[in-house]
Nanobody, 114 residues
Framework: VQLQAYGGGLVQAGESLRLSCVLS????????MAWYRQASGKQRELVAK???????NYGDSVKGRFTISRDNTKNTVLLQLNNLKPEDTAVYYC?????????WGRGTLVTVSN
């Protein structure tokens, strides 16, 4: 399984981005899809997760600003990032979970300036 993330970039605080993650296989094979992020010098943290049934959950720092969704017909998971803050600056990684196995994409860099 390969996961390819798109959509990172440099934006100013308050602006928006949309990240996409495309799977090489069927998204329906996985229990859940998620986005994690890792800022420089910090541990990787969960940003948002969506189950196979479409139930989302979010990290506390992004609730109300980020939205995760999935398009099963395109084997794609999306992350809409609104009202971005400098502290959202990080490499964002797409994750697919199958039973107790995690699959990871390479990551895409999001940089938010003041």
């Amino acid at each position: 399984v390969q996961l390819q993330a798109y959509g990172g970039g440099l934006v100013q605080a308050g602006e928006s981005l949309r990240l996409s993650c495309v799977l090489s296989g069927s998204i329906l094979s996985f229990n859940a899809m998620a986005w994690y992020r890792q800022a420089s010098g910090k541990q990787r943290e969960l940003v948002a997760k969506i189950t196979s049934s479409g139930t989302p959950n979010y990290g506390d720092s992004v609730k109300g600003r980020f939205t995760i969704s999935r398009d099963n017909t395109k084997n794609t998971v999306l992350l809409q990032l609104n009202n971005l803050k400098p502290e959202d600056t990080a490499v964002y990684y797409c994750n697919a979970q199958w039973r107790n196995i995690d699959f990871w994409g390479r990551g895409t860099l999001v940089t938010v300036s003041n």
